[in-house]
């Protein structure tokens, strides 16, 4: 199974040149360490910032340079800062590309569950509602199963959307799947992870079409 950076290094894969990006909090804001060096890309993050580059090295941090998750980043030649209202703009204006989101629940329709579990206190939903619904091309990264060992794929999502029928590829610890009209599409599987590994752990509706291959880092 993949860790959490294996997740983000093969989700780095969908990232294509003059695209620009939005990473949410978790799991996506390491895609930004696996991007390949020959393309150009633009990521933003909401919290007012546009051309982030990696984690920097232990050393290298500067406290006033964060993302929305309030980690330390680094910013590339170009970089630009400016406010909520003009971060917002671009997301509502549909000037991103590419949406990396992480999720607590995924639907087999596509509605993403990823802000919020009842009884627990929360700030609220924040950016994410609004990339939800201005993005047309949003991936989630996430673990298949809770610790419990209870899927996360489901077919409809038992805690309060974020949004509804918007998510489409999902990259977990066990494959990459496609969201259809008809439910979750396989399309590749972890080394070492079985097709019958991925079915039963997953509660929505799974298509499995010939042979699946197994992912390349």
């Known amino acids: 199974m993949l860790d959490k950076n294996g997740i983000a290094k093969r989700i780095a894969k969908e990232v294509q040149d003059g695209f620009y990006v939005n990473l949410g909090i978790g799991i996506p804001t390491l895609v930004a360490n696996y991007v390949r060096d020959d393309i150009e890309v633009e990521f933003q993050s909401e919290n007012g910032v546009l051309g982030m580059g990696p984690f920097p090295f232990e050393g290298d941090e500067d406290a006033d340079i964060i993302n929305a998750g309030k980690q330390t980043i680094t910013t590339l030649p170009g970089a630009s800062f400016f406010d909520s209202s003009m971060s917002f ?18 639907a087999e329709n596509g509605d993403i569950a990823n802000w919020k579990i009842p009884g627990k206190m ?6 994410a509602m609004d990339l939800v619904a201005s993005a047309e091309n949003i991936i989630v ?32 610890n066990l494959a990459v799947i496609e969201v259809t009209d008809k439910g979750f599409k396989l399309l590749e599987r972890v080394p070492g992870v079985s097709v019958d590994d991925i079915k039963n752990a997953t509660e929505g509706v799974l298509i499995v079409e010939g042979e699946i291959p197994e992912m390349t880092l």
């Open 89 to 106: 703009s671009m997301i509502r204006g549909k000037h991103v590309d590419l949406t990396i989101l992480g999720a607590m629940e995924v």
């Open 122 to 127: 929360v700030k609220g939903m924040g950016g």
């Open 141 to 172: 990264a996430m673990m298949h199963t809770n610790r419990a060992g209870e899927s996360k794929l489901l077919k409809q999502c038992s805690l309060p959307l974020t949004g509804v029928g918007c998510v489409k590829k999902i990259v977990t």
